[in-house]
């Protein structure tokens, strides 16, 4: 079983829809998440981090559960500039990132 | 401004050559990282350093190389051992290793085998 894994899409929106993405995780120690964007051969972005309490960052929330070892990125209102993909990344304790392969989203007019 | 700079961003090799990626950051970051991507898979890594003077190996470090003389610089020598080196490398670098602190990329070079 992957570290990290997430469904490489793509997940093909019209403008203004929300979308969801999901990412599961095997380590049960990891402490650490984040969402990163990447757009086609330009360099990661860190999206946002996620937080226990879940957290919101305008059109975008993030949630972390535990219990079921997954993490979320809820995306409202799509715009197309929201094109790119998502990775999902977890890390535990000083341990390195594990990056998952991504879920591209394409929002089209 | 603040940054990481990678170049070339485009790199060709030679059977049995020898290529070095150059980073330069002046973000005064302590840690640095090599990255690989390739198509449909995640971010793997080669190797990263905690501080100048120090690295260790990631992943995936057979047939690289790297140095950390200087707390900017952390170059990758793709040595003739990497047998499968066509790929997409980043980059990056974090305030300090084992910290919640986001890592800042740099913009990439894509190499590819001639």
């Known amino acids: 079983r992957k570290e990290v894994e997430q469904d490489p899409g793509p997940f093909n929106v019209p403008e203004g829809a929300t979308v969801a993405f999901n990412c599961t995780y095997s380590?049960?120690?990891?402490?650490?998440f984040f969402w990163y964007r990447q757009d086609c051969r330009k360099e990661p972005k860190l999206l946002m981090s996620?937080?226990?309490s879940g957290n919101e960052d305008g059109r975008f929330t993030a949630q972390l559960n535990r219990a079921s070892q997954y993490i979320s990125l809820l995306i409202r209102d799509s715009k197309l500039s929201d094109s790119a993909t998502y990775l999902c990344?977890?890390?535990?304790?000083?341990?390195?990132?594990?990056f998952g392969t991504g879920t591209r989203l394409l929002v089209s007019p | 401004d603040g940054g990481i700079t990678q170049s070339p961003k485009y790199l060709f090799r030679k059977e049995g050559q020898n290529v070095t990626l150059s980073c330069e950051q002046n973000?005064?970051?302590?840690?640095m990282y090599w990255y690989r991507q390739d198509p449909g898979q995640g971010l793997r890594l080669i190797y990263y350093?905690?501080?100048?003077?120090?690295?260790q190996k990631g992943d995936i470090a057979e047939g690289y190389s790297v140095s950390r003389e200087k707390k900017e610089s952390f170059p990758l020598t793709v040595t003739s051992a990497q047998k499968n080196p066509t790929a997409f490398y980043l980059c990056?670098?974090?305030?300090?290793?084992?910290?919640?602190?986001?890592?800042?990329f740099g913009s990439g070079t894509q190499l590819s085998v001639l």
């Open positions: 990056a670098s974090s305030i300090q290793w084992g910290t919640n602190e986001k890592l800042f």
């Open positions: 380590n049960s120690a990891s402490q650490s």
């Open positions: 990344v977890v890390k535990a304790g000083f341990q390195k990132l594990v």
């Open positions: 996620v937080y226990s």
């Open positions: 350093s905690q501080i100048v003077n120090d690295f």
């Open positions: 973000l005064n970051h302590d840690a």
